[in-house]
């Protein structure tokens, strides 16, 4: 399969993505924010997002290298590196709408998953969580997660 096909559904896979995130973030927001002060925060990350994403789909032709993403989205794979264990673990980013994660499945509104949310690969994250503290590098970003 040829780099310019890969970039082609990796640009069809993310056309679908923003659509769905825009038909769907007034419910998303009405079921996770009703009446919460988090809500025009949580509005704001979604218009943010929305932005990302429609200069992801501009850029998508641009990609040098196809297997590899410039941003944490809903959908993608993110190897991380634990900066105090130096081992690497995979997250898949899924959607809060969605089914149930399945291993390593991680939802945008978890700890894990807010601080890895629209970063970039190199980018290093710090995540207050049940568990204790973690800190993580990016090492890769893969969209879609199969990829």
């Known amino acids: 399969m040829s780099g310019s096909v890969l970039l082609g559904e990796m640009r069809e896979a993310l056309v679908a993505h923003l659509v769905a995130v825009e038909e769907q973030s007034a419910s998303f927001i009405e079921e996770f924010f009703p009446d919460s002060p988090e809500r025009?925060?949580?509005?704001?990350i979604i218009g943010e997002y929305?932005?990302?994403l429609e200069g992801l789909v501009r850029e998508a032709p641009l990609l040098k290298n196809p297997g590899a993403f410039p941003l944490v989205i809903i959908g993608s794979r993110v190897v991380v590196e634990d900066l105090d264990t130096n081992e690497e673990m995979a997250f898949q980013i899924i959607s809060p709408l969605g089914e149930l994660p399945g291993e390593n499945g991680i939802s945008p509104l978890s700890p894990v998953g807010k601080a890895l949310f629209l970063k970039a690969p190199g980018e290093e994250v710090q995540v207050e969580a049940p568990g204790g503290t973690f800190r993580y590098r990016i090492a890769a970003i893969h969209y879609p997660a199969a990829g």
């Open 40 to 44: 025009d925060k949580a509005e704001g």
């Open 50 to 52: 929305i932005k990302k």
